[in-house]
């Protein structure tokens, strides 16, 4: 098996409010390989739609995942563009599309023994 850093784990998460187990809150998050951050939509332009772009998930990619778990938000509100998917093939990421409870479920799950990056919207 490969070495790789841990991806952070999220303990708890509710409307709004994703928690990791060191205690660190966000929002919105992105998560990766050695670390986590607020996931600021501003920075790319974000928006429900068209949705994740390729720019969003780059930073997952540059810190060493090599899988990716998007979530849409909790009433899938969030889309993920074509562009972005068919970047993550190119780059020989897999990428999962799920709803947020069950992204961060896989994203855990994932993270155990894959280097796992994560965009999470906590919201709709």
């Known amino acids: ?5 841990p991806s952070p784990r999220i303990a708890r998460h509710s409307w709004g409010r994703l928690e990791l187990e060191d205690g660190r809150g966000f929002r919105d998050a992105k998560l990766f ?3 986590a951050r607020e996931w600021d939509w501003n920075e790319t332009g974000t928006s429900h739609s068209p949705g994740v772009q390729p720019a969003d998930v ?5 810190n060493g995942a090599s899988v990716v778990v998007l979530s849409e938000g909790r009433n899938r509100r ?3 563009k074509p562009e972005t998917l068919a970047w ?6 897999m990428v999962h599309v799920l709803e947020t409870a069950a992204a961060i479920e896989l994203y855990n799950e ?3 023994d894959q280097a796992v990056g994560g965009l999470f919207h906590s919201t709709c």
């Open 58 to 62: 780059a930073e997952l990619v540059e």
């Open 88 to 93: 993550l093939q190119d780059k020989g990421v």
């Open 78 to 80: 969030l889309a993920v």
């Open 1 to 5: 098996m490969a070495e790789y850093l």
């Open 110 to 112: 994932l993270g155990q």
């Open 33 to 35: 390989p050695g670390g």
